[in-house]
């Protein structure tokens, strides 16, 4: 499996923007589709943004459409999430994850995790 390690969050002002990074390790990052997806106190986790292997393919929460952005570099073994216009609901804990199978909007479907940023909007 393929270790991760998100980075990047933060306190942000509603209509600001925050990078999310995770670094991947241990196997070969472009063999895998990456997930990030978020889980706000007391709600269950939810996907966000999704990417195939090589990045052309790209898939979003409706919820975050036109707000957010996922990209990869295949380089430098990370994948980024580009967080635009902020809203307080956007607050949570995000979390990316690796597929071997997918792009998958479904949890279940991605094997790795890593351990989570905290990003928190205020009004």
């Known amino acids: 499996q393929v270790q991760l390690v998100e980075s990047g969050g933060g306190l942000v002002q509603a209509g600001g923007s925050l990078r999310l990074s995770c670094a991947a390790s241990?196997?070969?990052?472009?063999?895998?589709?990456m997930g990030w997806f978020r889980q706000a106190p007391g709600k269950e986790r939810e996907f966000v943004a999704a990417?195939?292997?090589?990045?052309?393919?790209?898939y979003y929460a409706d919820s975050v459409k036109g707000r957010f952005t996922i990209s990869r570099d295949n380089a430098k073994n990370t994948v980024y999430l580009q967080m635009n216009s902020l809203k307080p609901e956007d607050t949570a804990k995000y979390y990316c994850?690796?597929?071997?199978?997918?792009?998958?909007?479904?949890?279940?479907?991605?094997?790795?995790w890593g351990q989570g940023t905290q990003v928190t909007v205020s009004s």
């Open positions: 994850a690796a597929s071997r199978l997918w792009a998958s909007r479904r949890s279940d479907d991605y094997t790795s």
């Open positions: 241990g196997r070969t990052f472009s063999n895998y589709a």
């Open positions: 990417i195939m292997w090589g990045g052309g393919t790209t």
